[in-house]
Structures are given as C-alpha cells and as structure tokens.
C-alpha cells in the first residue's frame, strides 16, 4: 500500500476479485470504524483495516450495474455516495450493502463530483454549485459562477477549492478570507484546507504552499 495524490494506493486489479474490465483507479477513500470505502469508476470497495483485507464490493446501480463513484461519506449512520449519475444512499450498518436493492437513489441523472458533512449537513458539489442535502431536497448554498475543484470541511470552516481561488468558510457558510494566485504563485489547484488558522493549497504547478489568514497572499512552498 503506497500513498499516492492524498490517498492510499493500492492494486485494485489483483485485489478485487472479480472478473470487472475497464479502469480500476480510486476517485476518492473515506474511512468509518475499521473500514475504508474506496470510490472506484465502477462501485464502492470496502477494505478491513484491521484485517489488512478487501471485504466486499458495492454495484450500487441499478440491477448491479456499475456506476461511477466520485466520493463518498458516512453521516448520521448513513453512506452516501456522489455519483455520475445521482446521489445514493443506504444504511452504513447493513450487512447486506452488496445488494443493490438496500440502496436508494436521489436525483437521477446528475453529476455530484463531491460530498461531506459540514456543521450538522450534508454537502454537495455538483459543477459550480454548492448544496446542501437533506434527504431528496437539494438547497442552494452558492452559486461560484466556475466549477468548483474540491471541498474539505473542518469543525469550524469549510474550504472550497476554485480554478486559482482557496476559499474559507464559517459555519454560517459566510466568506471569512481567501486566498488568491498571484504573479509570483500563479497556481491551479487540486484541494485546498484551512488548519489551525493556516491554509494549505495543494497545486498543480508548486506542490503544497501554506499562508495565514492575515498574510492570505504571501505562500510557502513545503514540498
């Protein structure tokens, strides 16, 4: 197992034990209790941390069919899944995750690059939109008139990635700063996150550069 672009990397080919063709990358790893939920371009793969093992593997689409997984997360004892095609959604606890049938889709069609919970909500991403999820309801948080990259959330902000803009929101999904590329740091970013009142912006030019709040436009490279 190797630690490659923020996740860990591992041999899905040789790990997943199924005859499954086309591409068999990770989009994105969460992590519940002793699990981890790999999102793949064809299902869910759950991996034993404590076993050191692949458990089972999630064709969450209809009649088992596989769908592209973009990110998933665990929130009030559910997992929720961002997808290519909607957004899924099934009791984390259920032993039976493998049928398709204990799965249940919302907003068919669309494409949700991203999901987290942040302050007691559920948050999507779907092209330069930011929502908020409760149950079948999508609510509007912000329009950013550009795709959004990434979010991560924190106890206290959340962080959303643009083209060449890091910004930092309160729990009231307020803008309390952010940071801009400039003619010395002419970025494009993957992921940005705010740290103890530190932002670290992952780029695609300069690696891992790190500012403050109060020096938002002054950068470190740590790579």
């Known amino acids: 197992m ?40 064809f299902g869910i793969v759950v991996y034993d941390i404590e076993k050191l093992e692949f458990g089972d593997t999630y064709f969450i689409g209809n009649n088992s069919n596989a769908v592209n997984i973009n990110e ?3 929130f009030n004892n559910q997992i929720y899944a961002a997808t290519e095609v909607g957004i899924f959604n099934a009791d984390v606890s259920n032993p ?22 942040f302050n007691n909500q559920l948050i999507t991403v779907e092209n330069t939109n930011v929502f908020s ?12 008139t550009e795709n959004v990259v990434s979010i991560k959330t924190s106890n206290s902000h959340l962080s959303i990635a643009l083209l060449t803009r890091g910004l930092i929101l309160d729990t009231s999904l307020n ?29 695609k030019e300069f690696g891992i550069l790190t500012t403050t709040k109060d020096k938002s436009l002054t950068f470190t490279e740590i790579h």
């Open 133 to 144: 999820v409760n149950g079948p309801v999508l609510s509007l948080i912000r329009d950013f």
């Open 72 to 74: 998933t997360v665990i």
């Open 96 to 117: 039976l995750l493998i049928d398709f049938n204990n799965w249940q889709q919302n907003f068919s069609g669309r494409n949700f690059k991203q999901i987290n919970a």
């Open 175 to 203: 803008l309390v700063f952010q940071s801009l590329a400039n003619s010395e740091y002419n970025f494009t970013l993957n992921n940005v996150l705010f740290n103890n009142n530190s932002i670290f912006l992952a780029t």
């Open 2 to 41: 190797l630690w490659d672009n923020s996740y860990a990397s591992f041999n899905l080919p040789s790990a997943v034990n199924f005859n499954q063709s086309g591409e068999k990358s990770i989009n994105h790893i969460s992590g519940y209790e002793t699990k981890l939920y790999l999102s793949t371009p």
